[in-house]
């Protein structure tokens, strides 16, 4: 059985366009494995109280303004950024975090059912005395004089990376009260 040189010429042609057609679908990601990413938490509070979104394919915030740095907000609200033994203070407060009690937030490269927490055990110092308190994200711990609060930590988990507690970044809100009677 001979083969045309037509009937070769019409093979080779579509072997070629096949071969093409498997490339061009490779490039495009259509055999990609990888699993799609789902972002946790889709906005996170700067230390100047406004807002950012996730943005890029890894699910990073957005910069907040001012590069993060923390700022007074107003003339009775203050955010101070401390770690693990180093205190801060703002408004005749020091915050010093003592022990990372907790976190099981859950990475932003991994889907999970609950966000996680962070726990961090903190002594308070005022005009009023000290204090030794527990701080999760968004609870407020109110004084006599004051309203203090854990608004951020960071760095937030990554699967795959283990974080020491030297690694940890908090950030607190602490605004006085107008309500008190002193």
Same mark, same amino acid.
């Given at each position: 059985m001979q083969i045309s040189s037509h009937t070769l010429v019409g093979l080779l042609t579509v072997l070629l366009v096949f071969a093409s057609a498997?490339?061009?679908?490779?490039?495009?990601?259509?055999?990609?494995?990888?699993?799609?990413?789902?972002?946790?938490?889709e906005a996170k509070l700067c230390p100047d109280g406004s807002y950012v979104g996730r943005t890029g394919p890894n699910c990073e915030f957005a910069a907040c303004p001012d590069n993060g740095v923390?700022?007074?907000?107003? &003339? +009775?609200?203050?955010?101070?950024?401390? *770690?693990?033994? @180093?205190? &801060? +203070?703002?408004?005749?407060?020091?915050? *010093?975090?003592? @022990?990372?009690?907790?976190?099981?937030r859950c990475p932003v490269d991994v889907t999970c059912i609950w966000a996680?927490?962070?726990?961090?055990r903190v002594q308070l110092e005022s005009g009023l005395g000290t204090a030794v308190e527990r701080f999760e994200v968004g609870t407020e711990i109110t004084t006599e004089a004051e309203i203090v609060e854990l608004v951020e930590v960071r760095p937030t988990p990554r699967s795959?990376?283990?974080?020491s507690p030297d690694d940890y970044t908090f950030i607190f809100r602490i605004t006085k009260r107008t309500d008190n009677v002193l």
């Open positions: 498997v490339y061009l679908l490779r490039d495009s990601r259509v055999f990609d494995d990888a699993e799609p990413l789902a972002c946790t938490e923390p700022s007074q907000t107003d &003339a +009775r609200t203050v955010l101070i950024e401390t *770690t693990i033994g @180093e205190g &801060a +203070r703002g408004l005749d407060v020091y915050v *010093t975090p003592i @022990e990372l009690m907790e976190d099981s996680g927490r962070v726990v961090v795959g990376t283990a974080l």
